[in-house]
């Protein structure tokens, strides 16, 4: 319950045992597609399929990378990290 309380007041998320998930009804789902920039240089499509603003905080977000396989991960919002592509044309 201690826990709970914790990510309802804004605190960064420990991300430690099983994927951290922020309360469901504070999550808004969304379809975003990204381009995926990873730590060693190279970089992948995928999307953003919900976003979870924390009060006072960073925004996150659970991203998908197309055909890796993995399950979706929440993590921070990062531009420099994950660049929105459009989703309609101009």
């Not at 399950?71 to 929105?84: H, S």
Request: charged residues 20%; contains cysteine; proline residues 12%.
């Amino acid at each position: 319950m201690a826990h709970r309380q914790q990510e309802h007041s804004g605190a960064t998320p420990r991300l430690r045992g099983a994927p951290w998930q922020p309360p469901e009804e504070e999550v808004r789902r969304v379809y975003q597609p990204v381009e995926v920039h990873h730590q060693d240089g190279t970089w992948a499509v995928g999307r953003i399929n919900a976003w979870w603003h924390p009060a006072g905080g960073q925004p996150w977000c659970r991203v998908r990378t197309i055909g890796s396989g993995e399950a979706p991960k929440w993590m921070p919002f990062d531009p420099e990290q994950l660049v929105l592509l459009p989703v309609t044309g101009t």
